[in-house]
Nanobody, 126 residues
């Protein structure tokens, strides 16, 4: 069974930075896409960014462009989300998810992804 484990969340002041990690196991990592999503209290889950692990192409949502960077380390089966210039509206539970279809270009719609982690909380507050 595919397993995804997120880490790196926490409490940070506005303007601060965090790096989230997503370790994926029991999965042919480098042939698949991984997405990062978030869900704030009382809101729907939204796609944040995603990456094709075979070619490194990414697709960040507009609200995080220039602030968040997604990357991967295929040797470690890990995808990262580097977050800078954090804002209070970035506060949410952040999830990573894996698409089981090989070589399907990553997207920001939840139904594309089959397996999900438990999430890591990011709180941006002074």
């Amino acid at each position: 069974q595919v397993q995804l484990v997120e880490s790196g969340g926490g409490l940070v002041q506005p303007g601060g930075s965090l790096r989230l990690s997503c370790v994926v196991s029991r999965f042919p990592f480098q042939d698949h896409a991984i997405g990062w999503f978030r869900q704030a209290a009382g809101k729907e889950r939204e796609g944040v960014s995603c990456i094709n692990n075979w070619d490194g192409k990414t697709d960040p949502t507009d609200s995080v462009k220039g602030r968040f960077t997604i990357s991967r380390d295929n040797a470690k089966n890990t995808v990262y989300l580097q977050m800078k210039s954090l804002k209070p509206e970035d506060t949410a539970l952040y999830y990573c998810a894996a698409d089981r279809q090989m070589f399907r270009r990553c997207g920001l719609a939840s139904p594309q992804y089959d397996d999900w982690g438990q999430g890591t909380q990011v709180t941006v507050s002074s």
